[in-house]
Nanobody, 115 residues
């Protein structure tokens, strides 16, 4: 199973983007799906996750601006990003983890926010 991320691009500060992460097939035992990001010169960091029961969790800096959601039938997770800031500029990676502790990573999509 592969994760395919899309939706990145260049946007002005205050703008919006929606990222999508489609799984090529059913991930057996998946219990967490989410998004990480890595800015130039920085370590990869958690942005948002959604658990099997629908509970979501966000990094403090994106709370109230980003929304993670999913379409179970399409095996797809979304990240709606509103009121984007230049500090949100990063490569965004989608992620999945199973109850067997197996991790899946997408290829990354670049988000650039200009001031």
């Amino acid at each position: 199973v592969q994760l395919q991320a899309s939706g990145g691009g260049l946007v002005q500060a205050g703008g919006s983007l929606r990222l999508s992460c489609a799984a090529s097939g059913k991930i057996r035992g998946v219990n967490v799906r989410g998004w990480y990001r890595q800015a130039p010169g920085k370590e990869r960091e958690l942005v948002a996750v959604i658990l099997n029961n629908g509970i979501t969790n966000y990094q403090a800096s994106v709370k109230g601006r980003f929304t993670i959601s999913r379409d179970i039938a399409k095996n797809t997770v979304y990240l709606q990003m509103d009121n984007l800031k230049p500090e949100d500029t990063a490569v965004y990676f989608c992620y999945a983890k199973t109850i067997y502790e197996k991790q899946y990573w997408g290829q990354g999509t670049l988000v650039t926010v200009s001031s």
